[in-house]
């Protein structure tokens, strides 16, 4: 077989510039999430190891001289996947996804994704192929003590490599070890932006339904009335309040997970599932490049049944309730230093590491105080991590988008159930 074919860096140009679908291996077997997955699938016959090293070196290393020296396949592959995301956010997400070290830095990901999608030729520390009659694996680093190998470089390699005539630096052992170690200690610099999440666009609909509640009452008071100042804190205050007190929603964060910001609102509002990947792509066209980190859905209940009211009123048939939706920690404390007490659903993608900055963070005492959602493909086996874990699970079909209604329409009658048994006060009666 042709050694640019199982080379990791030139398939996965490939698949990206041919938009091949490219999916997860765990066990030979497909997973949707990239942490749980230990190949990557390129197309129908070709998968490699993620952790597989490729022929770009990292940064300070001019003579590499073991796989280390190099970035990994999954280091590559989540530059490509996080190009849009802010620095901070790639970092986390890179972490979350299993490189706690090792990932390509904030300042080299666009040079790199440049590259991936062909918008450059070729990249200063991409090492070249082995020419076809040497035994050396593709991707394999050079030797040292190999300086005779570039006056034998294949004319048609010639462009490739380091001129013959220029004569090559060769760094103090001693020196690399140092560079490791203090690269192993490095800190991303943040600027005011990353600090702030300069780079989302912030919603103020609930600051503004609050103060347009507020005005509204104080236009409605009548002028020179004493007592008016001193109800403000009385039962008609705790009604606006509790008018306001709309339930939220917080969806996975992970960028693999089928439910995200960027489809969720058409999913539950509109009955449709479109995948994550279609959906950013969409935005994207449109000029909307990063998700939204808040969202609001208004929603028309269904009427009150017998079995939870004797009676029914005008009033209460077809009421609209208005859902938040947050898929960080970050976008909840907007909602103030109660935002938890409004939370009535969290959905997982099995995986414990989403609630370590969630005010539960063990699954078990979570999925006590909230109600548990797992969204799954219709055809993929159950999921033994979340059976002690008190979620239910909705399947979604792969290709059938008219039974998407029913799902929808089971996961509304979950969330109401639930949030009347629990959490009555944030139901609009």
């Known amino acids: 077989?042709?050694?640019?074919?199982?080379d990791p860096l030139l398939s996965l140009r490939q698949a990206i510039k041919s938009k091949t679908p490219i999916t997860y291996l765990g066990d030979n077997e497909p997973t949707t999430t990239f942490l749980a997955a230990t190949h990557i699938s390129l197309?129908?016959?070709?998968?490699?190891?993620?952790?597989?090293?490729?022929?770009?070196?990292?940064?300070?290393?001019s003579n590499p001289s073991s796989?280390?020296?190099?970035?990994?396949?999954?280091?590559?592959y989540l530059a490509w996947l996080l190009r849009d995301a802010p620095g901070a956010e790639y970092m986390k997400q890179a972490?979350?996804?299993?490189l706690a070290v090792g990932f390509v830095s904030v300042t080299e990901r666009k040079s790199v994704v440049d590259w991936l999608e062909g918008k450059v030729a070729d990249l200063e520390r991409i090492r070249p192929l082995a020419n076809a009659e040497s035994t050396t694996p593709p991707g394999s680093p050079h030797r040292p003590g190999t300086a005779a190998a570039p006056l034998s470089t294949p004319k048609h390699a010639a462009d490739t490599t380091v001129s013959p005539s220029k004569r090559r630096y060769?760094?103090?052992a001693q020196d690399i070890e140092v560079v490791k170690r203090i690269k192993q200690n490095e800190v991303e610099l943040r600027d005011r932006n990353t600090v702030l999440r300069g780079v989302k666009p912030n919603n103020f609909s609930a600051?503004?339904?609050s103060f347009t509640e507020k005005l509204k009452f104080l236009r409605d008071a009548k002028p020179g009335t004493a007592s008016a100042p001193a109800s403000s804190t009385g039962p008609p205050m705790q009604a606006r309040k509790a008018k306001n007190m709309f339930p939220i929603i917080m969806i996975s964060s992970s960028p693999t997970a089928l439910i995200t910001m960027y489809n969720v609102k058409r999913f539950l509002q509109e009955a449709f599932f479109e995948p994550?990947?279609?959906?950013?792509?969409?935005?994207?066209?449109?000029?909307?490049?990063?998700?939204?980190?808040?969202?609001?859905?208004?929603?028309?209940?269904?009427?009150?049944?017998a079995s939870s009211t004797s009676s029914s009123s005008p009033s209460t048939q077809g009421t609209v309730q208005r859902y938040f939706i947050v898929d960080s920690t970050d976008?909840?404390?907007?909602?103030?230093?109660?935002?938890?007490?409004?939370?009535?659903?969290?959905?997982?993608?099995?995986?414990?590491?989403?609630?370590r900055p969630y005010k539960w963070n063990e699954p078990r005492t979570l999925f006590h105080h909230v109600k548990g959602i797992y969204f799954t493909w219709a055809n993929d086996p159950p999921n033994a991590k979340i059976k002690d874990w008190n979620v239910t699970e909705l399947k979604i079909d792969p290709h059938r988008r008219h039974v998407d209604k029913s799902v929808v329409a089971h996961f509304w009658q979950l969330i109401d159930d639930w949030t009347l048994a629990n959490k009555p006060w944030l139901m609009k009666s």
């Open 95 to 98: 972490r979350e996804s299993g």
């Open 67 to 76: 796989p280390a020296d190099f970035y990994s396949l999954e280091a590559i």
């Open 43 to 61: 197309g129908p016959s070709l998968s490699l190891q993620k952790s597989s090293a490729t022929r770009y070196t990292k940064p300070g290393i």
């Open 331 to 355: 976008a909840l404390q907007k909602f103030g230093a109660d935002a938890w007490e409004r939370v009535v659903c969290v959905t997982t993608t099995g995986q414990a590491w989403q609630f």
């Open 276 to 305: 994550s990947s279609t959906a950013r792509e969409r935005a994207a066209s449109a000029g909307n490049p990063r998700a939204e980190d808040l969202l609001h859905i208004d929603r028309r209940r269904d009427p009150p049944t």
């Open 1 to 6: 077989m042709d050694s640019t074919t199982n």
């Open 170 to 172: 060769v760094a103090d």
């Open 207 to 209: 600051l503004h339904a």
